[in-house]
């Protein structure tokens, strides 16, 4: 059974432990099944990688690999890394900074 993330894709997230603690990106995308996200210009590996055609460079590119979704927080505007919490607005669910109830 696949859980449901938080946590969406376009979302400012900071990553809060690992090697990269502290650095801060937009997810790319999330991997519900692994439940993994991938954010931009955090946790770079080297990866070799096969020559396809005449045209595709082969050799040693640098790619981002997915962080556990427990391992990065939402950042809000206000008061920076945060958990998320819900508010029903009408007949919609919105999702709202624990700290200041600011929607995210």
């Not at 945060?82 to 007949?91: C, F, M, P, Q, S």
């Amino acid at each position: 059974m696949l859980k449901k993330s938080k946590i969406r894709k376009n979302d400012t997230v900071e990553v809060i432990a690992g090697k990269d603690k502290g650095k801060r990106g937009t997810v790319v995308s999330v991997l519900l099944k692994k439940e993994a996200v991938i954010v931009s210009g955090v946790n770079i590996v080297k990866k070799a990688m096969k020559k396809k055609s005449q045209q595709d460079q082969g050799g040693i590119a640098e790619i981002e690999a997915p962080l556990n979704i427990s391992n990065v927080a939402i950042v809000c505007k206000k008061c920076g890394p945060t958990k998320i919490g819900y508010k029903i607005d009408g007949d919609k669910k919105i999702r709202v900074c624990r700290k200041c109830g600011d929607v995210l």
